[in-house]
Nanobody, 120 residues
Framework: QVQLAESGGGLVQAGGSLRLSCAASGSILRINDMGWYRQAPGKQRELVAGITSGGSTNYADSVVGRFTISRDNSKKMVYLQMNSLKPDDTGVYYC??????????????WGQGTQVTVSS
């Protein structure tokens, strides 16, 4: 089995910072693209930041200059550093990864989500 586990969410005041972590485990041959998504109350899940296996990144317009995505391939982890947080950043944040399993086939995986709440 392949599992993704997020951590680092919590309650923070506007202007504060949080660092989210996501650890992949299981019978993994290769982790390809990874990303962070969020879902606010009453809204659809949206891409916040993505990073390719080669390290190229992209961000939602609303977080450019405030959030930074990174990865550590040796540890099979991806991170999201969130600075200058705003109340609109509130939501459940999900880790996503495209993974090739040891068996040789490709699938997408989701973590269970971690709550981020930003108070004004």
């Amino acid at each position: 089995q392949v599992q993704l586990a997020e951590s680092g969410g919590g309650l923070v005041q506007a202007g504060g910072s949080l660092r989210l972590s996501c650890a992949a485990s299981g019978s993994i041959l290769r982790i390809n693209d990874m990303g962070w998504y969020r879902q606010a109350p009453g809204k659809q899940r949206e891409l916040v930041a993505g990073i390719t296996s080669g390290g190229s990144t992209n961000y939602a317009d609303s977080v450019v200059g405030r959030f930074t995505i990174s990865r550590d391939n040796s540890k099979k982890m991806v991170y999201l550093q969130m600075n200058s947080l705003k109340p609109d950043d509130t939501g459940v944040y999900y880790c996503n990864a495209a993974i090739t399993r040891v068996g040789g086939w490709f699938s997408g995986y989701w973590g269970q989500g971690t709550q981020v709440t930003v108070s004004s």
